[in-house]
Each structure stands twice: as C-alpha cells, then as structure tokens.
C-alpha cells in the first residue's frame, strides 16, 4: 500500500453505553486495559478513554484517569492515551481535572450544541480553561466538532495559539439533534479543512448505525477516523458487536479497501506531532 497511513482511534467506553447494552461495554479499569489491548492489535493507535464508577455511571475522578493510564502504558506501551473532558462526566472545571496527569492528548469541545436529550454546554470561559490547561501540560487537542463552526473556532484558536501543538479536528456525525451523517456535509467540512488549515490533521467518527459508513467517508476522502462503543454498540441490526477490536477490524478492513496501510504508533505519533512516548 501506498497511501497516506490512516489512524484509527477506538472510543472504548464513553459516558452512556452500559453493560445492559452490550456485555463486551468495558467499565472497569481492568476491562478498559484489556478492550485497548485487543483494539490495538486490531489497528488503533489512539485509545479515547472516559472512566466510570463501579455503578456504570459516569465519572471524571482524576485518580481512576492515573490508574487508566497507567494500565495502558503498562500493557499496551507507546500507544496514544486520549482522556475525554466531556460534559457529561462531570460539570465545569471538574472536567478537566485529569489533565495534571499529562496525556498524550484529550478532547475539546469548542463550542455548544443540542444532543439528544439536553443542551451540551460548552461555554466561552471554560473552553479556554481547558485550552489552557492543555498547553500548560503539553497536551494535543482532539477538537470535536459537532457543527461547522466548531471547525472554523478551532482553526481560529489555533492559529491564535491558544490550543496546544499541531492542530487536530475531528467531524463528530450522527448525533440526533445535532450534525447527521450528511455526505455533502461531510465533504463540505473535508473543503474547509483543506482551504482554511492545509497543514491540520483532521478525522471523522460516526455515531451509531452510521460509524461503518462514516468510517469509510474518511478513509477514501484522505482522512483519519474512529471506532469503538462509546459510538456503536453494534455490527449491524441483528448482531451486537463482540468487542472493540471487532469495529476496528472492520476500518482496518476499509483502510485495505482503499489501499491505506493503517498507521503504526509511531507513525500516529509523527503525524499529530506528539512529544514522544
């Protein structure tokens, strides 16, 4: 293969998917270690890590975040340790809590927008707290973008220097009430990323039955993507998926498709300019 290495990055937990979901949904730090282990060697080079409580609810503890990393660094070294500060673990700077621990990266939300049942908030004064306290800790953004002006405020802060290393922007679709998987849409956000930011890294992930076809959008249009349950708990309408792994197989299976090998760590790690493992 001759194409540009692809990174997949696997969304193992999330905030909302449950055991009563799917059984393979990892809660535990044990379960967590053990479904990124599996992931990457299926292809994923960027683990996106939310942690929860023993109940399965949501959490933003910044002490199961070191217990996390340190598992992953320990069972699967060098691999790209991405925490979540979402709004759905936790309220405020609480959000950001883990970030002191030094991750290879973390994702920001950069702007508000409806999800399914509420508002997401992503207020002005607290986006640039945790873009702050990311450059304080040298930690590369995952900018999740959930409409096009997430894209354009992300270019604008980076260019501003207000987000930390090489610029990263990852097109969220298929959120109810939010961005659909819209192919024009996708395409759109593809052109303004190659016009406004050239030199940016960007990705897409696709939220439910629409993570296979939003997959393959980003792999033949040149981009990066990402997998995982926190996204789909399913292969297809009648199959629960079995694993992390399996969804990131089946990119993995795309990036041969559209003859991209898919990229080692090193590779992810040289292409999003991190610090090194």
């Known amino acids: 293969m001759t194409g540009k290495p ?42 996106h890590a939310h942690v929860r409580n023993d109940d399965q609810t949501p959490s933003s503890d910044p002490e199961k975040f070191a217990l996390l990393k340190e598992g992953l660094e320990k069972h699967c070294p060098g691999v790209i340790i991405q925490f979540s500060t979402g709004g759905r673990s936790g309220a405020g700077q609480t959000r950001g809590g883990m970030l002191p621990l030094r991750p290879d990266m973390a ?51 980076h260019k501003a220097g207000h987000l930390y290393g ?10 109810k009430n939010a961005m659909p998987a819209d192919k024009e849409v996708f395409d759109y956000y593809v052109q303004t990323m190659t016009r406004r930011a050239p030199q940016a890294q960007w990705c897409a992930a696709g939220i439910g039955p629409t993570q296979l076809l939003v997959n393959e959008w980003a792999i033949a249009a040149g981009g990066h993507t990402r997998a995982g349950l926190e996204d789909n ?9 079995p694993s992390n792994a399996a969804l ?24 999003l300019g991190l610090r090194p493992a």
């Open 107 to 157: 994702s920001l939300s950069v702007g508000s927008n409806n999800f399914p049942t509420r508002v997401y908030e992503n207020p002005p004064d607290l986006v640039a707290w945790l873009a702050s306290e990311m450059v304080k800790y040298d930690i590369t953004a995952e900018v999740e973008a959930f409409d096009l002006s997430h894209i354009l405020k992300a270019i604008e802060m």
């Open 248 to 271: 990131i197989k089946r990119a993995a299976d795309l990036c041969e498709k559209y003859e991209r090998p898919v990229a080692t760590i090193a590779q992810a790690r040289e292409m």
């Open 233 to 241: 708990v399913r292969l297809d309408r009648d199959r629960l998926a």
């Open 166 to 175: 090489n610029l990263y922007v990852q097109f969220v679709m298929g959120v």
């Open 6 to 47: 692809c990174i997949l990055c696997c969304a193992i937990t999330g905030s909302l998917p449950t055991k009563a979901n799917n059984p393979a949904v990892p809660i535990s730090i044990s379960e967590q270690v053990e479904s990124s282990h599996e992931a990457v060697e299926a292809g994923a080079t960027i683990i």
